[in-house]
């Protein structure tokens, strides 16, 4: 008796195990898709209208690297001067002016959030998504706009 239960007990365990949905790896399609139709139709509420934060997002060729198991997922992205992507494409660019870093969970909780918007800036908040300027000139002004946004963010000023 004891030996028909253990039996069964192990059937059942085998069986949610291989019956449980597994969860998807994100695709470069998916990652494209999140930033054109979550990203682009947002980015003003996402990239704050303050001329200097506007300008590091805006124009520029930003290198995406969304981090995930085994290989990430690299993406070029082309702004126009006010921060939508204009071209976006799977690789690296070839002369990046911007890298934006974040991995696969991060954006599958965007992707999944009932606000994305939100989500976005929480993450860019936490540093769930960082961001770095490729370049003398860049660097600085990535810097300078990180700390006019620490203080915007903590004088309620956006």
């Known amino acids: 008796m004891v030996r028909i239960v253990w039996t069964s007990m192990l059937i059942i365990l085998l069986m949610s195990f291989f019956c449980a949905p597994v969860a998807s790896e994100l695709t470069d399609d998916e990652v494209i898709h999140f930033f054109l139709n979550i990203y682009n139709p947002h980015v003003n509420e996402i990239i704050p209208e303050i001329p200097l934060i506007e300008s590091v997002f805006g124009g520029q060729v930003i290198h995406i690297i969304i981090e ?70 860049q660097e600085i002004s990535v810097t300078i706009v990180k700390v006019v946004h620490f203080f915007a963010e903590l004088f309620n000023v956006i």
């Open 68 to 137: 995930k198991p085994g290989e990430n997922i690299e993406l070029s992205a082309v702004t126009g001067p006010d921060g939508y992507i204009t071209e976006l494409e799977s690789g690296e660019p070839e002369n990046p002016t911007l890298r934006l870093i974040s991995n696969e969970s991060v954006v599958q909780r965007i992707r999944n959030s009932d606000d994305p918007v939100a989500e976005t800036n929480e993450a860019l908040i936490n540093g769930d998504i960082s961001y770095e300027g490729v370049g003398i000139k």
